[in-house]
């Protein structure tokens, strides 16, 4: 089945600092690429997703490309605040075209004023 | 946009007792819930796949018995853990997918499960 593998943290930044989590993926196929965030005490909110190779899915200032080539979704933001502080989870589909989704191990971000 | 809920929040219970949430699709019809386990600091476990009117599946290592889940209606499903122990305290979230693909699925913000 598919997999994700996620670059693990805890990553600590600056406000106003540019940020990078890495996220590459084993999938058969060029299945659909998400990525999710959640904030202190809550659920799981999709943050971004990108369907195709070459794609790129952007909100609120982040930012990914689906590249095949390296088969990765890395997740960026040119200029990071503390309200992103959060855990940033990469995923895909389980397999094929599953409903279920595969999680990475979740990265925590901290942004300090 | 689709909002998911889930009830309780927190919940916190004593060692032997049931313990049921409740996750409901609020604006929309979810033909399939998911519901997963977060252990601290840890990523998403599926545990079980629910579809409205049909037995749920639970992935592997998941007690069916344990773990029971009931999807009544379109709208809402059910997770009661049975019999809780210390070690099922953890951070339980749910999702709803509108369609059949992983493109449409919308979580809850989850229940936290403690067991004393």
């Known amino acids: 089945g598919n997999s994700v593998t996620q670059m693990e943290g805890p990553v600590t930044l600056s406000e106003e600092a540019f940020l990078t989590i890495n996220c590459t993926y084993t999938?058969?196929?060029?299945?659909?690429l998400f990525w999710y965030v959640q904030y202190p005490g809550e659920g799981l909110q999709l943050l971004l997703k990108a369907t195709k190779a070459d794609d790129k899915g952007s909100n609120k200032g982040f930012e990914a490309t689906y590249r095949k080539e390296t088969t990765s979704f890395h997740l960026e933001k040119g200029s990071v605040q503390v309200s992103d502080s959060a855990v940033y989870f990469c995923a895909l589909p389980f397999s094929g075209s599953a409903r279920q989704l595969t999680f990475g191990s979740g990265t925590q971000l901290t942004v300090l004023p | 946009g689709a909002v998911v809920s889930q009830h309780p929040s927190r919940v916190i219970c004593k060692s032997g007792t049931s313990v049921k949430i409740e996750c409901r699709s609020l604006?929309?019809?979810?033909?399939?819930m998911f519901w997963y386990r977060q252990f601290p600091k840890k990523s998403l476990m599926l545990m079980a796949t629910?579809?409205?009117?049909?037995?749920?599946?639970?992935e592997q290592g998941v007690e069916k018995d344990k773990f029971l889940i009931n999807h009544a209606s379109l709208t809402l499903s059910t997770l009661t853990v049975t019999s809780a122990h210390p070690e099922d305290s953890s951070f339980y979230i749910c999702?709803?997918?509108?369609?059949?693909?992983?493109?449409?699925?919308?979580f809850g913000p989850g229940t936290r499960l403690t067991v004393l």
């Open positions: 604006d929309f019809q979810a033909t399939t």
């Open positions: 629910s579809n409205e009117g049909s037995k749920a599946t639970y």
């Open positions: 999938a058969t196929g060029y299945p659909s």
């Open positions: 999702s709803a997918s509108t369609s059949g693909s992983a493109d449409t699925q919308y």
